[in-house]
């Protein structure tokens, strides 16, 4: 009777079982996702045929981020799911003690954004110029840096003439596009009457006065303007970050109660 009734007490709990299975079943999925687009982006930009390719870019390379997220949701998932499944406290404590280590480095880097907001603001200028340089050598750059000046209708780092780091943009005499002292059509104000985008609205328009330009591209550079966003969606950001960080948190006490479970039972087992 003193053996069913202390094996009894130290029972898996099913709820946290299943209920961590199923939402590491999710992350899994979203994993695979994340590799399977950046495996085709870079399947389409020939980077898999050839590899050497990867180095030859010049800026950043938006397809790195879908993979990098990728493969730690899909690590994390396996490594939950599979440990909840299999009542595996080997995975369960990897997964919680990576969700763990992931926790710190965002805690981390909030912090340190905080403290050393001037020199993110210079990294961040630097990292914009550099990928301004890169703008023509990669179309998902391409396309992340005109849905950012779109999105925050800004251009450049901190002004339209950045784009003079651009070979093909720059205005010295030497310099044949057709692009020359211009800037990409994402700089350019929106007609709310155009129904079709003109690609070609930034041409020559680095060459005309500064009150011309205020009327045809955006003027603010895209530093100032995302620490106006950050600003003006100040809690909205912060809440996110609150709820990633609460549902991480809420992970791991699941992990570790499961694994108290699973090796309460296994002592229990050598008793009975």
């Known amino acids: 009777m003193m053996s069913g009734k202390h094996f009894k007490a130290h029972e898996v709990s099913c709820c946290i079982k299943y209920f961590i299975f199923g939402f590491n079943i ?65 995975l ?24 050393f907001k001037d020199w993110i603001k210079d990294q961040l200028n630097l990292f914009i110029n550099n990928n301004i340089r890169a703008y023509r050598d990669d179309i998902d750059l391409q396309n992340l840096i005109d849905f950012t000046q779109e999105y925050w209708e800004c251009c450049g780092a901190f002004g339209a003439d950045d784009w003079d780091l651009n070979i093909y943009f720059n205005c010295t005499d030497s310099n044949p596009s057709r692009e020359k002292c211009g ?51 100040l809690t909205v950001v912060a809440g996110i970050f609150i709820g990633i960080a609460l549902l991480q948190i809420f992970g791991i006490c699941l992990a570790q109660n499961l694994v108290s479970d699973i090796e309460a039972v296994r002592e229990s087992c050598l008793f009975t």
């Open 92 to 115: 369960l404590k990897f997964f919680s003690v990576f969700l763990g280590i992931i926790f710190f480095l965002e805690l981390t880097a909030g912090v340190l954004a905080f403290v």
């Open 183 to 233: 800037v990409p059509f994402s700089c350019c104000t929106k007609d709310p009457a155009e129904d079709v985008i003109n690609t070609q609205c930034g041409y020559d328009i680095r060459a005309k006065t500064d009150s011309e330009q205020r009327t045809f591209i955006y003027i603010k550079g895209c530093v100032p303007q995302f620490e106006k966003w950050l600003q003006d969606n």
């Open 26 to 90: 999710i992350f899994w999925f979203l994993g695979v996702a994340f590799l399977a687009v950046g495996l085709w982006a870079w399947s389409e930009k020939g980077v898999l045929s050839n590899i050497s390719s990867i180095t030859d870019l010049g800026g950043f390379d938006p397809v790195w981020l879908f993979l990098v997220v990728g493969g730690v949701m899909f690590i994390l998932g396996f490594a939950g799911c599979i440990g909840a499944l299999r009542e595996n406290s080997f």
